[in-house]
Antibody, heavy 121, light 112 residues
Framework: EVQLVQSGAEVKKPGESLKISCKGSGYSFTDYWIGWVRQMPGKGLEWMGIIYPHDSDTRYRPSFQGQVTISADKSINTAYLQWSSLRASDTAMYYC??????????????WGQGTLVTVSS | QSVLTQPPSVSAAPGQKVTISCSGSSSNIGNNYVSWYQQLPGTAPKLLIYENNKRPSGIPDRFSGSKSGTSATLGITGLQTGDEADYYCGTWDSSLSAGQGVFGGGTKLTVL
């Protein structure tokens, strides 16, 4: 079964750092891009950026550039999303998702179960 | 503000049909395939439709998709209470730096 399993919920204070993870299994992890998606409370899905684990080629949505860092360790089939200094506005559910491409099209599948990040003093 | 535009909500009675629209531009829907995602309350999104109108294994044929120009539509027939969820359209956008994923703002389906 192809799946992405994310690390557990986090509660942090403003200014703290954080790194959450997304481990892939059931497929060749280095063959597919992994994206990160933010969902703020009661809101829709926002694309943050994407990484190709094979060579760690990373692209950020402009509004997230410099705010987060996306990385991957292909030796353990894991992608990461990290913050150096959290803000209350980072409180959200974060999903990782595989960009699955066939010979004709791409879609986002599967999704991780989500990691809830709460930032509060 | 989302790159793709969806109605915030739709509703219909059990057994009826509903459609959800998704509007974009030439840099996203106009030149890329559209997929649709279902997010049941308290769960992660799940792929519902890919390549504009194809259903992954396990998705009933009550769900359908179509695309025309820079717009796409999700259709759901024979509505069930279990279909109550948020639905998102998604695609790739070539205008953003090196290409990025884009989603609609989501449509909340209520089965009355």
């Amino acid at each position: 079964e192809v799946q992405l399993v994310q690390s557990g919920a986090e509660v942090k204070k403003p200014g703290e750092s954080l790194k959450i993870s997304c481990k892939g299994s059931g497929y060749s992890f280095t063959d597919y891009w992994i994206g990160w998606v933010r969902q703020m409370p009661g809101k829709g899905l926002e694309w943050m950026g994407i990484i190709y684990p094979h060579d760690s080629d990373t692209r950020y949505r402009p509004s997230f550039q410099g705010q987060v860092t996306i990385s991957a360790d292909k030796s353990i089939n894991t992608a990461y999303l990290q913050w150096s200094s959290l803000r209350a506005s980072d409180t959200a559910m974060y999903y990782c998702v595989r960009r699955y491409c066939t010979s004709t099209s791409c879609s986002f599948d599967p999704w991780g179960q989500g990691t809830l990040v709460t930032v509060s003093s | 503000q989302s790159v793709l535009t969806q109605p915030p909500s739709v509703s219909a009675a059990p057994g009826q049909k509903v459609t959800i629209s998704c509007s974009g531009s030439s840099s996203n829907i106009g030149n890329n395939y559209v997929s649709w995602y279902q997010q049941l309350p308290g769960t992660a999104p799940k792929l519902l439709i890919y390549e504009n109108n194809k259903r992954p294994s396990g998705i009933p044929d009550r769900f359908s998709g179509s695309k025309s120009g820079t717009s796409a539509t999700l259709g759901i027939t024979g509505l069930q209470t279990g279909d109550e969820a948020d639905y998102y359209c998604g695609t790739w956008d070539s205008s953003l730096s090196a290409g990025q994923g884009v989603f609609g703002g989501g449509t909340k389906l209520t089965v009355l």
